[in-house]
């Protein structure tokens, strides 16, 4: 069973910053995969990264985000961090952490299983 545990969100203005968080706690997590993903109100939801446990790999979703948003990882925590820099209202969701306790690494929303509650972002001046 895998247990996640969402922190950092909140509001802030536009041109700020915010580093949201993920601790993951469970067992067979070494072979994991742990994902970014935001739901904008009246969109679908979107990947951002994801970041591998075996070797702390990392791809970008979505390259127009990949220079504002770091995906990194605490392995002594067990947290995944995803800084977010430069926040524009159209920013503005609700962020969701996923892992997949199995693959490598990807962003590929309906292969992960295991899903935070996840956190609102609100950016607004």
């Known amino acids: 069973q895998v247990h996640i545990v969402e922190s950092g969100g909140g509001s802030v203005q536009p041109g700020g910053s915010l580093r949201l968080s993920c601790t993951v706690s469970?067992?067979?997590?070494?072979?994991?995969?742990i994902g970014w993903f935001r739901q904008a109100p009246g969109k679908e939801r979107e990947g951002i990264a994801a970041?591998?446990?075996?070797?702390?790999?990392?791809?970008y979703d979505k390259e127009y985000l990949k220079g504002r948003f770091t995906i990194s990882r605490d392995s002594a925590s067990n947290t995944v961090y995803l800084q977010m820099n430069s926040l524009t209202p159209e920013d503005t969701a609700e962020y969701y952490c996923?892992?997949?306790?199995?693959?490598?690494?990807?962003?590929?929303?309906?292969?992960?299983?295991?899903w935070g509650q996840g956190i609102r972002v609100t950016v607004s001046s």
């Open positions: 469970g067992s067979d997590l070494e072979r994991a995969c």
């Open positions: 970041i591998s446990v075996r070797d702390d790999a990392t791809i």
């Open positions: 996923a892992v997949d306790p199995e693959e490598y690494l990807h962003t590929v929303e309906v292969w992960y299983k295991n």
